[in-house]
């Protein structure tokens, strides 16, 4: 793994969490439409008596158990990954990795927030890859 995959690792995963919780919300809002099983007495012993929501609901509460999990992970790397940072000499180049890889700015965003322009940003990410590239060298 590159530096830039390292730094990103947080990124993707943050966007893959995001993916998850649109797929709760839309399972949740399957069981809310579906009707549930009536309680008169049934007389086919075929039949389900379990309403079928409860199914979904089954399907959603495991998915947010898988991401908890996975927000576990994404808060143990950013503090990973943030710690590394930490160790950047330079003032700029550590902000502009802090807002693209902690923060998940986007390169425009970042740009405004360092006050410098988005041409200077990727100036300033290339050697703050370098640095970090100098630090994971002699930690690993």
């Known amino acids: 793994m590159n530096v830039?995959?390292?730094?990103?690792?947080?990124?993707?995963?943050d966007k893959e969490i995001n993916s998850q919780l649109l797929e709760v919300t839309n399972l949740r809002s399957l069981a809310q439409s579906l009707s549930s099983?009536?309680?008169?007495e049934h007389h086919n012993p075929n039949?389900?008596?379990?309403a079928s929501f409860t199914k979904i609901l089954e399907k959603v509460w495991e998915r947010e158990?898988?991401?908890?999990?996975q927000i576990d992970h994404l808060v143990d790397l950013k503090q990973e990954i943030s710690k590394t940072i930490d160790?950047?000499?330079?003032?700029?180049?550590?902000?502009?990795?802090?807002?693209?890889?902690?923060?998940?700015?986007?390169?425009?965003?970042v740009a405004a927030m360092v006050g410098i322009s988005r041409r200077q940003v990727f100036v300033v990410h290339k050697e703050a890859?370098?640095?970090v590239e100098?630090?994971?060298g002699t930690v690993h």
């Open 129 to 131: 890859l370098l640095s």
């Open 37 to 40: 099983t009536g309680f008169e």
């Open 4 to 13: 830039k995959e390292y730094l990103e690792q947080g990124l993707y995963l």
């Open 87 to 109: 160790k950047v000499e330079d003032s700029k180049e550590r902000l502009v990795l802090r807002y693209r890889y902690i923060h998940f700015l986007k390169w425009d965003r």
């Open 47 to 50: 039949r389900p008596t379990e």
């Open 65 to 69: 158990e898988h991401i908890n999990s």
């Open 134 to 136: 100098k630090i994971l």
